[in-house]
């Protein structure tokens, strides 16, 4: 009867092992999938970032030249993502060892991190080239858009105190 106990309860570890693996894995997946377009669209959404806010033409010239200067730089940080993501994700599928996922992980780290500072470094070119109405709109928006998303991360955790 022990022996059953035991065997029952590795393959109940190993079960458990398995779906832990194919959960990670979809939710790998899932993230990717939504920051690889991200990427695929150049990091940086100008047109959502500068909606609304009544641009000349002069303006709309200036932030494609200034878009198009950093293209080379936004395809490269997009390589960079996609490279180290799926460097983690393989490292985490073969079941490499601490040192090799830790490893993984800080290049996915460094990556997003690169992807950040372009992102802010383009965000700041193009804020020097905005009237003052237009750069207080966009705080204004930046603004709500903080708000709204710690709402949707209070929501969150409200919703899990209750089921």
Do not use: C
Request: hydrophobic share 45%; glycine share 6%; proline share 1%.
């Amino acid at each position: 009867m022990r022996g059953y106990r035991k065997a029952l309860a590795a393959v109940s570890l190993a079960i458990l092992l398995v779906v832990s693996a194919v959960a990670v894995a979809n939710a790998q997946n899932v993230m990717r999938l939504g920051q690889g377009r991200e990427a695929a669209n150049g990091l940086f959404k100008a047109r959502l970032f500068l909606r609304g806010l009544n641009l000349t033409d002069q303006q709309k010239e200036q932030v494609k030249t200034i878009l198009s200067n950093h293209k080379p730089d936004m395809k490269a940080v997009a390589q960079e993502t996609l490279q180290a993501r799926r460097g983690l994700r393989e490292a985490s599928a073969s079941g490499a060892d601490e040192a090799a996922l830790k490893a993984a992980y800080d290049k996915v780290s460094a990556a997003g991190w690169n992807a950040l500072m372009l992102r802010n470094q383009i965000g700041s070119e193009i804020k020097q080239i905005l009237t003052p109405e237009q750069q207080d709109l966009l705080k204004k928006r930046q603004e709500n858009l903080k708000k709204l998303g710690q709402n949707i991360i209070q929501n969150r955790r409200v919703k899990k105190l209750f089921t």
